[in-house]
């Protein structure tokens, strides 16, 4: 088959003929449709995973085909059209450790990280980690929801707002664009903020209330002015913008964190105590989680804006992601 991988440890991807996988107990073989590219994939050409291996095939937002199911796998049949995120679980247990807590497994088995992913025509998944694909979505628009999608989702309906609190979504990127269309579908009075006057008819059209330039306004007095923020996702990797909005926040708001900046996040405790207020992260989900923000997808209309690429074309789609330049989520096509 035709993968893309990284050959060694820092080194940039390269398409190669490599062996199909065979498929073992406990695991079913797919048939790859799309896989997104996403920046968390830097960390895996990085060798950042615990007992990192190379050569590796990265990809963990995959959409496919059943091709061949193993033993111990009673859910799935060949021809079921599923989904994998990078967790790799159904229920929260890792299947290969039987660990309960999604980050307990110490070797980190975690599809498209641990072990090769989508970024190939075939690929190995556990039958604990599948989600179920509704056929009104296609492979490439179902692809991003199974990290940035079920990331964005499932933290908005944890935060603890109801409809009509007014939400703020840091960044319009492959995140935060999502971010605000779910934000929008579940009631909330939703606030995008971003760079530029430019953005502001793009954050209507996702289904922003208001949209903040953070160039021109103070964006945690403008959101004070609405009242205070019941809850802020943030998604922007800028550690200082995420830090300033806290001010922004109402009595008992909370920041969300899902965007991961390279530097600590500057935030004066103060603000916190008097008001509050708290400051919490949030991973992707479990497999059902993946479900169910596919069906409110569908329900909802909510779709990610993709660029597609051929397999052929992973290094460039990755250096694209990389670059900033890809609309907003880059997947690859087999």
Known sequence: MRAARFPARGAPLEVVDVPKPAVRSGLVLLRVEACGVCHSDVGVQAGRSPGAQFPRIPGHEVVGTVEEVGPEVPRWKPGDRVGIGWHGWHDGTCPTCQRGDLFACPQQHITGTAFDGGYAEFMLAPGQGLAAVPSELSAPEAAPLMCAGVTTFNALRNSGARA???????????????????????????????????????????????????????????????????????????????????????????????????????????????????????????????????????????????????????????????????????????
């Open 164 to 334: 009509g609190d007014v939400v703020g979504v840091l960044g319009l990127g492959g995140l935060g664009h999502l971010g605000v269309q779910f934000a929008a579908k579940m009631g909330f009075r939703t606030v995008a903020i971003g760079r530029g006057a430019e953005k502001a008819a793009f954050a209507t059209q996702l289904g922003a209330f208001e949209y903040l330039d953070s160039r021109a306004q103070n964006c945690a007095e403008e959101l004070t002015r609405l009242g205070g923020a019941r809850v802020i996702l943030a998604t922007a990797t800028d550690a200082k913008a995420i830090g300033d909005l806290v001010d922004g926040l109402s009595v008992h708001g909370k920041l969300l964190v899902v965007g991961v900046p390279a530097d600590p996040i500057p935030v004066f405790a103060g603000t916190l105590l008097r008001g509050r207020r708290s400051v919490q992260g949030w991973y992707s989900g479990t497999s059902i989680d993946s479900e169910e923000t596919l069906r409110f997808a569908v329900q909802t209309g909510v779709r990610p804006m993709v660029e597609v690429f051929p397999l052929a074309q992973a290094p460039a789609a990755f250096d694209r992601m990389l670059q900033g330049t890809v609309r907003f989520r880059a997947v690859l096509t087999p």
